[in-house]
């Protein structure tokens, strides 16, 4: 049974910082590609972050020199680091999780976390 448990969210002030963390479980961690998105109220979904299998990483333009996405294969863990915060980044933010083999594809979410950005 494939499991993505999120941690670390909560209430900060403007221009603090927060790391979120996501467990896997029942993957092969090292060989998925892990992204965050969030999604704020009355809002689509959108894709924060992304680190591939390969450590290569991609940003949406709102976080970029703000979020940095890491991934700790022994531990199967991924990590948000989100520094100097706004409002606008207050959102339930998942993590996902993206495979491929040659027959299928897999797609697996976490249950999400709530950050809160206000004074």
């Known amino acids: 049974q494939v499991q993505l448990v999120e941690s670390g969210g909560g209430l900060v002030q403007p221009g603090g910082s927060l790391r979120l963390s996501c467990a896997a479980s029942?993957?092969?961690?090292?060989?998925?590609?892990m992204s965050w998105y969030r999604q704020a109220p009355g809002k689509e979904r959108e894709l924060v972050a992304t680190?591939?299998?390969?450590?290569?990483?991609n940003y949406a333009d709102s976080v970029k020199g703000r979020f940095t996405i890491s991934r700790d294969n022994p531990k199967n863990t991924v990590y948000l680091q989100m520094n100097s915060l706004k409002p606008e980044d207050t959102a339930v933010y998942y993590c996902?999780?993206?495979?491929?083999?040659?027959?299928?594809?897999?797609?697996?979410w976490g249950q999400g976390t709530q950050v809160t950005v206000s004074s």
């Open positions: 996902n999780a993206k495979g491929a083999t040659m027959v299928s594809l897999y797609n697996y």
């Open positions: 029942g993957i092969t961690f090292s060989v998925y590609a």
């Open positions: 680190v591939t299998s390969t450590i290569i990483t």
